[in-house]
């Protein structure tokens, strides 16, 4: 019997767990998840309109067990590659365990890192972003309450998880101002690290929206600091800010990097082998990934059916689950008339080609935001194996 452990019981260790729970017969599959509960992140930008609830896209695992699946809820702090070992912490009892391993997937997401910004250890509550559960709440009540100022939004030097995310929080921003009546108090900027917002393939239909929405767009520009009312990027221009949306740069939680296999992202042997260039048995998918590709949930998805593929090769069985890395992607645009009803943008990147071939449907629509919300449900029925009752 193999010991198949599974770090993170997101997107990509459900996706390589559900998998191996059907194809490989013989195994004991443990995923490790240092929260009882999976927060989605697709739509999480819409509770700030209120257009989303927690309940629809919070899950629990206690349906996985009929997978065959073994959850442990668990917060890890270190791995011993050369002694296959998994150490956590188990918060609620303050006790600490140790799991041995024949495989270990690492799919633990990433964290952000604004310790390389100057004066964040100080004013690290002056910011929100949509991308965790309280700061999306406490972004969601200063756009709701602030009656004039600068909301600035910025997106860090890519790649980073979910790239429209930020175009996102500045057109959701727009969306609510307008709708309280308030948007001409306010400037909304959009501070942005890379040359384009992110995916580039939307920035042209973005900029267009901007300059109707009013949002000011400045790119090339990395924050490298934080005061109390304001932030000051690398050239050394100072932006006034009321309501901060600032993302912090991307990297793999501290245990992976100590380890060796990597940072800011873990190294794998290519997109299709994603084995650490140093352990045959230690795998990387989703988020945590170094891969020359966004860092999002299709990709997370599709990066644990090639791990799952490896594991089912290395374990002899000669069938495969079918996969290939491409993908439809939706971004919220939110209403430039301000009502609560968001619209989106289409696009396409098929990294199957070189270079990738990226299409759009340059019409922001409404149906899009319910195709996303169709997809992500989806993913969550079949990663969580139950529907949320609407
Ligand atoms: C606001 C937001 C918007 C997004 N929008 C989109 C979108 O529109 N389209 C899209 O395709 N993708 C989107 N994404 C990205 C998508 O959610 C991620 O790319 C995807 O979830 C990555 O999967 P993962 O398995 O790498 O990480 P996750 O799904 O985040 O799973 C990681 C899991 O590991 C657990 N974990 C972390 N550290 C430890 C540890 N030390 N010990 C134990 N467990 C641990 C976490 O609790 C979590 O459950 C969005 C994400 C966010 C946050």
Request: proline content about 5%.
């Amino acid at each position: 019997m193999k010991n198949i452990v599974i770090i993170g019981g997101g997107i990509g260790g459900m996706g390589v767990a559900t998998t191996l729970a059907q194809k490989l017969k013989n195994a004991n599959i443990t995923v490790v998840n240092k929260e009882d509960f999976y927060f989605a992140g697709p739509s999480r930008p819409l509770i700030l309109t209120g257009e989303q609830r927690y309940s629809r896209i919070i899950r629990g695992y206690e349906e996985v067990g009929k997978l065959g699946i073994n959850v442990v809820i668990g917060n890890v702090y270190k791995i011993d590659p050369d002694n296959r070992k998994v150490y956590l912490s188990d918060s609620s009892f303050n006790s600490t365990r140790e799991i041995s391993y024949d495989y270990l997937v690492l799919s633990p997401g990433i964290v952000f890192d604004g310790s390389k910004i100057t004066g964040y250890d100080k004013y690290w509550w002056k910011n929100t972003t949509v991308y965790d559960p309280g700061r999306v709440n406490v972004l969601k009540q200063r756009l709701w309450t602030a009656e004039k100022g600068t909301v600035v939004v910025y997106a860090p030097k890519a790649p980073y998880r979910c790239a429209p995310a930020p175009t996102e929080t500045a057109m959701l921003a727009h969306t609510i101002l307008s709708y309280r009546g308030v948007r001409n108090k306010f400037r909304i900027i959009h501070i942005d690290a890379n040359d384009k917002t992110q995916p580039p393939v939307i920035a042209d239909v973005i900029k267009q929206i901007y300059e109707k929405a009013g949002i000011e767009l400045v790119t090339n520009q990395e924050i490298v600091e934080i005061g109390e009312n304001y932030v000051v990027t690398k050239s050394g221009e100072k932006y006034n800010y009321d309501i901060l949306a600032m993302l912090e740069p991307n990297k793999v939680p501290r245990f992976i990097e100590e380890s060796g296999l990597g940072s800011p992202f873990a190294d794998v042997r290519s997109p299709q082998d994603l084995r650490t260039p140093k352990y045959d048995d230690i795998l990387v998918v989703g988020d945590a990934a170094k891969l020359p590709f966004p860092k999002n949930q299709e990709i997370a998805f599709e990066s644990s059916q090639f791990a799952a593929n490896k594991i089912l090769e290395m374990e002899g069985v000669s069938e495969k689950v079918s996969v290939q890395y491409a993908f439809v992607g939706w971004a919220y645009v939110g209403n430039l008339e301000g009502k609560l009803e968001t619209y989106s943008l289409q696009f396409q990147l098929d990294l199957t080609k070189q270079p990738p071939a990226a299409a759009k449907d340059p019409v922001m629509k409404r149906e899009y935001t319910l195709q996303k919300d169709n997809w992500e449900q989806a993913y969550l029925s079949r990663l969580f194996n139950y529907k949320v009752i609407e």
